[in-house]
């Protein structure tokens, strides 16, 4: 097993990423394919920062890798805004992920501060 595999961080993020790539399906579907890609992009992004975070040597770079997965997340939710906007989800879901994201952000951010 990696290390990643036993943070807590990390197994949040793949909860959220499922339900993002759930959203990317439905995108697909609807031939909307750069904002399912956009979106699978940018989800993948966070738990694979995290993974490479603890497979760096120094913790300088570590903070970098957390600092890309905090920032993807960001990009989510941007995207999650703007997928209400073009009502291709609803209000309620995107709340729900949102208040996810931001859970995992204050997680990134602390595993980040426990490093410095």
Do not use: H
């Amino acid at each position: 097993m990696f290390r990643f595999e036993t943070l807590e961080v990390w197994k949040k993020s793949i909860i959220t990423l499922d339900k993002l790539l759930d959203i990317a399906e439905e995108l697909a579907d609807k031939n909307l394919f750069r904002f399912a890609e956009q979106l699978r992009g940018a989800g993948l992004s966070i738990p694979n920062n995290i993974a490479e975070a603890t497979g760096c040597n120094t913790k300088k770079e570590s903070i970098v890798f957390l600092s890309y997965a905090r920032r993807s997340a960001f990009e989510v939710v941007s995207m999650l805004v703007v997928f209400v906007r073009r009502k291709y989800i609803n209000q309620e879901t995107k709340e729900q992920l949102a208040i996810e994201v931001e859970e995992l952000c204050k997680m990134i951010s602390g595993f980040s501060k426990s490093l410095s």
